[in-house]
């Protein structure tokens, strides 16, 4: 659905570091780098995440990231809290969404609510 995603965060230098080793168990890689911050993708997706720097205090979203297994969700959630990101969800099944939505769910660095969720098949 989308092409990239554009957010900005005023901790810059810090979130990077958040989001690479967050992102890193789900295949997320640096495309490029220049700037005005720092773009982000999985290596054959056309979709990317656009991280911009500012001076302005930042107004909290929710990124919700593709897992492709419940493993890839706890590499997530591990690699995300030891980057410095704050529990808001340990890993597990979410029925209030759906009986097939596990995720996990930490606050990075500019209180961003960042998700890692994998959608059961069906049988």
């Keep these: 659905m989308f092409d990239h995603v554009v957010f900005s965060v005023s901790h810059y230098e810090e979130a990077k570091a958040f989001f690479l080793k967050a992102l890193a168990p789900l295949g997320v890689e640096v495309v490029s780098e ?19 720097r500012t ?10 990231f593709t897992a492709h297994s419940r493993q890839q ?19 597990g099944w979410r029925p209030q969404y759906s009986g097939k939505y596990y995720a996990a769910f930490v606050i ?5 609510n ?4 994998y959608h059961e098949p069906d049988e």
Aim: hydrophobic share 35%; net charge negative; aromatic share 4%.
């Design 73 to 91: 969700v706890h590499d997530f959630y591990a690699a995300a809290l030891q980057a410095g990101g704050q529990d808001n969800g340990a890993p």
């Design 108 to 112: 990075g660095p500019d209180g961003h």
């Design 34 to 52: 220049g700037p005005l911050g720092i773009e982000l993708c999985h290596p054959d997706s056309p979709s990317s995440l656009c991280i911009r």
């Design 114 to 117: 960042i998700e890692a969720v």
């Design 55 to 64: 001076e302005q205090k930042t107004h909290h979203l929710h990124l919700a």
